[in-house]
């Protein structure tokens, strides 16, 4: 995929492109995850191309951070260093159960959202299970400008003064999407904002068609409900982008 924009330090194009690369570490070597015994590490991101060196290095050090967000120890190692750790970590564990029944797993999908001459916005889901009841998996996202590699954040798109109109529009979105009157309680409902009112989450991207926020699990709903994905279309925002 190639993206033009124009940058700040530069009149003419520049061409941003990237291509889909692969992670895949297994235990026992070979196996497949479609294997009932395989524990696996498996990560797609993109290679890219057309950034400036500094700016990329920022963007892969926010990525490898981001794939283990829960995970403190890991933080801001390199993904297949993350990879080799992952399956140590399991054949440890073997090693001091034997008779150990269950498998790891670790899944990670980074996807770029958005191309632009003022943000790329990446998205970064991962899910893993390392024993117990369930596993765990979460989004993130990773918004900066491509020329400078500084953070974009919603100031930088929408006008000063943007908190309240960009507030109302996504809870009006909000509750068409789950068919809930103006007048509904969130908390009966199964959403838990507090003061029963409801709170953007600071977790947030960039797509072509509009900013996407992304409640976790845990977040807002309780696990068995999964996690809560709002879009608010660009269309909607009206003047306030800037």
Same mark, same amino acid.
């Given at each position: 995929?190639?993206?033009?924009?124009?940058?700040?330090?530069?009149?003419? &194009?520049?061409?941003?492109?990237?291509?889909?690369?692969?992670?895949?570490?297994?235990?026992?070597?070979?196996?497949?995850?479609?294997?009932?015994?395989?524990?696996?590490?498996?990560?797609?991101?993109?290679?890219?191309?057309?950034?400036?060196?500094?700016?990329?290095?920022?963007?892969?050090?926010?990525?490898?951070?981001?794939?283990?967000?829960?995970?403190?120890?890991?933080?801001?190692?390199?993904?297949?260093?993350?990879?080799?750790?992952?399956?140590?970590?399991?054949?440890?564990?073997?090693?001091?159960?034997?008779?150990?029944?269950?498998?790891?797993?670790?899944?990670?999908?980074?996807?770029?959202?958005?191309?632009?001459?003022?943000?790329?916005?990446?998205?970064?889901?991962?899910?893993?299970?390392?024993?117990?009841?369930?596993?765990?998996?979460?989004?993130?996202?990773?918004?900066?400008?491509?020329?400078?590699?500084?953070?974009?954040?919603?100031?930088?798109?929408?006008?000063?003064?943007?908190?309240?109109?960009?507030?109302?529009?996504?809870?009006?979105?909000?509750?068409?999407?789950?068919?809930?009157?103006?007048?509904?309680?969130?908390?009966?409902?199964?959403?838990?904002?507090?003061?029963?009112?409801?709170?953007?989450?600071?977790?947030?991207?960039?797509?072509?068609?509009?900013?996407?926020?992304?409640?976790?699990?845990?977040?807002?709903?309780?696990?068995?409900?999964?996690?809560?994905?709002?879009?608010? &279309?660009?269309?909607?925002?009206?003047?306030?982008?800037?």
């Amino acid at each position: 995929m190639v993206v033009s924009c124009k940058t700040q330090r530069e009149e003419k &194009p520049q061409d941003i492109s990237f291509e889909q690369k692969t992670i895949n570490t297994a235990y026992p070597e070979g196996c497949k995850s479609s294997d009932s015994t395989c524990t696996y590490f498996h990560v797609s991101y993109p290679q890219f191309a057309g950034l400036d060196s500094a700016v990329l290095r920022k963007l892969t050090a926010m990525i490898d951070t981001s794939l283990v967000w829960d995970n403190k120890e890991e933080r801001g190692k390199p993904m297949r260093q993350q990879a080799t750790e992952f399956i140590a970590s399991y054949i440890e564990v073997r090693n001091t159960i034997p008779d150990l029944n269950e498998v790891w797993y670790y899944t990670g999908d980074v996807t770029p959202q958005r191309i632009d001459d003022k943000v790329l916005s990446v998205a970064i889901h991962g899910e893993y299970y390392t024993g117990g009841a369930h596993g765990s998996e979460g989004k993130h996202f990773i918004n900066i400008n491509p020329s400078t590699g500084a953070v974009v954040a919603l100031g930088d798109i929408l006008k000063d003064n943007y908190e309240q109109q960009l507030t109302l529009q996504a809870e009006k979105n909000f509750r068409e999407k789950y068919k809930l009157s103006s007048t509904a309680s969130l908390q009966e409902n199964g959403f838990d904002f507090p003061d029963d009112a409801f709170q953007l989450t600071d977790n947030y991207g960039f797509t072509d068609e509009g900013i996407v926020f992304y409640y976790n699990n845990y977040e807002i709903a309780a696990y068995v409900n999964g996690p809560t994905e709002l879009v608010v &279309p660009y269309q909607s925002l009206g003047e306030l982008l800037r």
